[in-house]
């Protein structure tokens, strides 16, 4: 009987094979991911007439970003410093930052 | 065709025996590359699912939210407010809301507090998101005790629990009948929160919002395309700062990528004008070496990208978990629907392993034109 001989190629190409399988399950996955559930919780927003998308819910402006104003992360107290850690990573309202017309 | 095959095994076999020869740095290599990838592409993944769910969720919010300003602040807006609306050409409908934020200290968590629009619930009951459920351990038919503003507790029944998949839009919402809202938050009759206006032609909603200006000059409208841009801004700005943080690690990463690829040490050298002195050619050695840049970054794309995957869609992005929490108790639990963006995958494939393989070809290409008797001495 022969033996098949170790061969690196064998072993590389094995790995590189795993990682391509992986790779190609992931976006299969993605194609065939069902969005069922977004028709529903449309209709949740539009029936309860939700303004946000719930991701953080430490502090109230960034609970519902869209409805704070540019000031509500300092109106805790005069000269009150914004401290929630949310806040660092969520940006103000792009329409506060540009001063449109019905901002206020 | 299969003497091409043959001879690409054998390059490849060469390739790997030299890589194993220096096994802890290369090794090292691999794994630094595949966790660079796998952060990148998790960031990426995560903002453009979270932005396509945000897009299309909201666009059955409010065309108009307007809200009452006194002193730069939110204020509660008088019931009069919504009759003066009601005249203005083009508004189709105006309806006051109710809602606010509840902080729970059996939980230490803020709840958002809302009096459905659509359907009445009875007194003493309450509809809750699942968020609520999980971070009270309630169940339906539980009763909630809240305290009111006058600081006498409100006993109420948990009639529903809205459903897991709608965590990303309720998960801390607590609905609740209008008599138990105000006596909640002792808010009288004739008083809402904001108005909530519907208008006739969606090209109309900027010229309405203005007349609304004019004839309510202390209030402050909200539209519909703010709110998409908003969040549309939130991922892209969340996007950028991660991956501004990143940018350190990236460095550090090409100065790594850069000294074992560019730095050809003696070793290396030498090998290269041994390679050659035994015949081999130079077109041979570069593809050697194109093979090492290929399976490397091939193998670190590949892994580092799927991965990420089950990081974002299947494990709910752990990594980040703690970043977005911050200091919330109660923490939506919700799990992103995978979508991968093409122009992504391409733009991730393009910065991470075009410019490795790059930089692994072009000293070796130097080193190989060189007459072997150079290169080994």
């Given at each position: 009987m022969r033996v098949r001989q170790f061969r690196f190629s064998d072993m590389a190409l094995g790995l590189i094979s795993l990682a391509l399988v992986a790779f190609i399950l992931a976006l299969l996955s993605a194609a065939g991911a069902s969005a069922e559930h977004w028709t529903a919780n449309r209709q949740i927003v539009s029936t309860l007439g939700l303004t946000d998308l719930c991701i953080v819910t430490e502090a109230r402006y960034t609970r519902h970003l869209s409805q704070a104003d540019g000031h509500a992360a300092f109106q805790d107290h005069p000269m009150a410093l914004e401290h929630f850690p949310s806040g660092a990573i969520l940006s103000p309202p792009p329409h506060l930052r540009t001063h449109a017309p019905l901002d206020r | 065709m299969r003497h091409w095959i043959a001879r690409q095994r054998y390059l490849i076999d060469y390739t790997v025996a030299a890589l194993a020869r220096r096994m802890a740095k290369n090794a090292g290599l691999v794994a630094v590359y595949t966790a660079l990838v796998f952060v990148v592409a998790s960031v990426l993944l995560y903002s453009h699912a979270l932005k396509r769910e945000a897009g299309f969720l909201l666009q059955g919010a409010p065309e108009v939210v307007l809200q009452k300003l006194t002193a730069g602040r939110h204020d509660l807006v008088p019931a009069d407010y919504v009759e003066k609306l009601q005249g203005i050409r083009g508004v189709r409908s105006v309806q006051g809301r109710l809602w606010g934020y509840y902080f729970d200290p059996l939980a230490a968590a803020n709840f958002t507090v809302m009096v459905p629009p659509?359907?009445?619930?009875?007194?003493?009951?309450?509809?809750?998101?699942?968020?609520?459920?999980?971070?009270?351990?309630?169940?339906?038919?539980?009763?909630?005790?809240?305290?009111?503003?006058?600081?006498?507790?409100?006993?109420?029944?948990?009639?529903?629990?809205?459903?897991?998949?709608?965590?990303?839009?309720?998960?801390?919402?607590?609905?609740?009948?209008?008599?138990?809202?105000?006596?909640?938050?002792?808010?009288?009759?004739?008083?809402?929160?904001?108005?909530?206006?519907?208008?006739?032609?969606?090209?109309?909603?900027?010229?309405?919002?203005?007349?609304?200006?004019?004839?309510?000059?202390?209030?402050?409208?909200?539209?519909?395309?703010?709110?998409?841009?908003?969040?549309?801004?939130?991922?892209?700005?969340?996007?950028?700062?991660?991956?501004?943080?990143?940018?350190?690690?990236?460095?550090?990463?090409?100065?790594?990528?850069?000294?074992?690829?560019?730095?050809?040490?003696?070793?290396?050298?030498?090998?290269?004008?041994?390679?050659?002195?035994?015949?081999?050619?130079?077109?041979?050695?570069?593809?050697?070496?194109?093979?090492?840049?290929?399976?490397?970054?091939?193998?670190?794309?590949?892994?580092?990208?799927?991965?990420?995957?089950?990081?974002?869609?299947?494990?709910?992005?752990?990594?980040?978990?703690?970043?977005?929490?911050?200091?919330?108790?109660?923490?939506?639990?919700?799990?992103?629907?995978?979508?991968?963006?093409?122009?992504?995958?391409?733009?991730?494939?393009?910065?991470?392993?075009?410019?490795?393989?790059?930089?692994?070809?072009?000293?070796?290409?130097?080193?190989?034109?060189?007459?072997?008797?150079?290169?080994?001495?």
């Amino acid at each position: 009987m022969r033996v098949r001989q170790f061969r690196f190629s064998d072993m590389a190409l094995g790995l590189i094979s795993l990682a391509l399988v992986a790779f190609i399950l992931a976006l299969l996955s993605a194609a065939g991911a069902s969005a069922e559930h977004w028709t529903a919780n449309r209709q949740i927003v539009s029936t309860l007439g939700l303004t946000d998308l719930c991701i953080v819910t430490e502090a109230r402006y960034t609970r519902h970003l869209s409805q704070a104003d540019g000031h509500a992360a300092f109106q805790d107290h005069p000269m009150a410093l914004e401290h929630f850690p949310s806040g660092a990573i969520l940006s103000p309202p792009p329409h506060l930052r540009t001063h449109a017309p019905l901002d206020r | 065709m299969r003497h091409w095959i043959a001879r690409q095994r054998y390059l490849i076999d060469y390739t790997v025996a030299a890589l194993a020869r220096r096994m802890a740095k290369n090794a090292g290599l691999v794994a630094v590359y595949t966790a660079l990838v796998f952060v990148v592409a998790s960031v990426l993944l995560y903002s453009h699912a979270l932005k396509r769910e945000a897009g299309f969720l909201l666009q059955g919010a409010p065309e108009v939210v307007l809200q009452k300003l006194t002193a730069g602040r939110h204020d509660l807006v008088p019931a009069d407010y919504v009759e003066k609306l009601q005249g203005i050409r083009g508004v189709r409908s105006v309806q006051g809301r109710l809602w606010g934020y509840y902080f729970d200290p059996l939980a230490a968590a803020n709840f958002t507090v809302m009096v459905p629009p659509d359907r009445v619930i009875p007194a003493g009951s309450i509809v809750i998101g699942e968020g609520i459920a999980r971070t009270r351990g309630a169940a339906e038919g539980d009763v909630m005790a809240m305290r009111g503003s006058d600081g006498a507790l409100i006993l109420l029944r948990i009639a529903e629990i809205l459903p897991r998949d709608a965590n990303i839009v309720t998960a801390d919402l607590l609905l609740v009948g209008e008599a138990d809202f105000r006596a909640l938050f002792g808010i009288t009759p004739g008083l809402y929160t904001d108005v909530v206006l519907s208008v006739a032609q969606p090209r109309e909603v900027r010229t309405i919002a203005e007349k609304v200006l004019l004839r309510l000059p202390d209030t402050r409208p909200v539209l519909r395309e703010e709110i998409l841009r908003t969040y549309e801004a939130v991922f892209d700005w969340r996007e950028g700062i991660v991956l501004m943080l990143l940018v350190g690690a990236g460095l550090a990463f090409v100065i790594l990528a850069w000294e074992k690829a560019s730095g050809l040490s003696a070793d290396e050298q030498r090998e290269i004008g041994v390679l050659k002195a035994v015949g081999w050619e130079t077109g041979d050695v570069l593809t050697m070496k194109l093979w090492e840049g290929a399976l490397v970054s091939g193998f670190a794309f590949l892994a580092g990208f799927s991965l990420a995957y089950w990081h974002v869609f299947t494990f709910s992005a752990p990594l980040f978990a703690p970043v977005l929490k911050g200091w919330s108790v109660l923490y939506p639990d919700f799990r992103l629907t995978p979508a991968v963006d093409g122009l992504q995958l391409a733009s991730l494939f393009l910065f991470t392993v075009v410019p490795y393989v790059a930089a692994t070809l072009v000293p070796v290409w130097r080193a190989a034109v060189t007459d072997p008797d150079r290169v080994m001495r």
